[in-house]
């Protein structure tokens, strides 16, 4: 009986076409091994270990607060952290307005903060507390003499408080800079009257409603001021209008009402 011959055995260019398969399917095999090897030894050795934790944007608390709001300690398993969690935990806060959490390398966590603006300080019991933007009151951190937002005085109604915080926020953040205090300066004609002492000297009489919109303007409109020949510091009232009155003008004219007022007093 005849020997039948593979036809791969007969021509050389088949059994070398076999052998570099064969042989990529084994280098394939051994890479796939080497890597989950690689993965094994990773996973059980010290490189998996939270080793460096990044925070970035914090300004409102320090950065060690975050590290133990966010429940992760050098040592952990980089794998078992849940970094949604973690970032749900963190936009808990009050003051934060995102978080998120990242892996990076083989064995750093980097936890990127975004704060809510402060826009304001509130002063509480001989002390100063932040006020953000979304209306929340920061009570983890206070300071004894603010300088870098205006401080607010007599608000005590909490909706006319968040209305004020939602106008201030959409200042242009060099304006925001030039206010002092602002203080509730409302009546019986206008319940959205607040008086703003700014840092280069002048009072600005404004109405809540519309104070973002007219007070983005106080650069040009003192500029206009201060290009008159003679002028002096005083009163900035944009409440319907805007125009504009000297402190002597205007404490001139208070001093006459009030000598009136005292002579019709002594006349009865």
């Given at each position: 009986m005849e020997k039948i011959i593979d036809l791969e055995d007969r021509i050389p260019s088949f059994r070398e076409k076999r052998r570099k398969r064969t042989n990529f399917k084994f280098i394939i095999v051994s890479a796939i091994f080497l890597?989950?090897?690689?993965?094994?030894?990773?996973?059980q050795s010290p490189l998996s270990k939270i080793q460096h934790m990044n925070i970035s944007g914090a300004q409102l608390v320090e950065e060690a607060q975050y590290e133990s709001l966010a429940n992760i300690k050098i040592g952990d398993s980089m794998w078992d952290i849940d970094t949604g969690a973690v970032e749900k935990n963190l936009e808990e806060l009050a003051w934060v307005e995102k978080a998120t959490v990242k892996r990076q390398w083989l064995n750093t966590v980097h936890i990127e903060i975004e704060e809510w603006q402060k826009v304001a300080y509130l002063a509480k019991d001989h002390t100063f507390y932040p006020l953000l933007e979304n209306g929340e009151l920061l009570e983890e951190s206070k300071v004894m003499t603010p300088i870098d937002a205006p401080v607010f005085l007599q608000f005590e109604d909490e909706a006319l408080?968040?209305?004020?915080?939602?106008?201030?926020?959409?200042?242009?953040?060099?304006?925001?800079?030039?206010?002092?205090?602002?203080?509730?300066?409302?009546?019986?004609?206008?319940?959205?009257?607040?008086?703003?002492?700014?840092?280069?000297?002048?009072?600005v009489r404004a109405d809540l409603t519309s104070l973002a919109s007219k007070l983005n303007y106080y650069p040009s409109i003192v500029a206009q001021i201060e290009n008159q020949e003679q002028y002096e510091k005083g009163i900035i009232d944009i409440e319907v209008g805007s125009y504009y009155r000297s402190y002597t003008d205007e404490y001139s004219i208070e001093i006459e009402m009030n000598a009136g007022q005292d002579v019709m007093e002594d006349e009865e």
């Open positions: 890597f989950v090897l690689l993965v094994l030894i990773y996973l408080l968040k209305k004020l915080l939602k106008e201030l926020a959409e200042l242009e953040p060099e304006v925001l800079a030039m206010i002092s205090q602002i203080n509730a300066s409302a009546d019986t004609a206008d319940p959205y009257a607040i008086t703003l002492f700014m840092n280069d000297g002048y009072e």
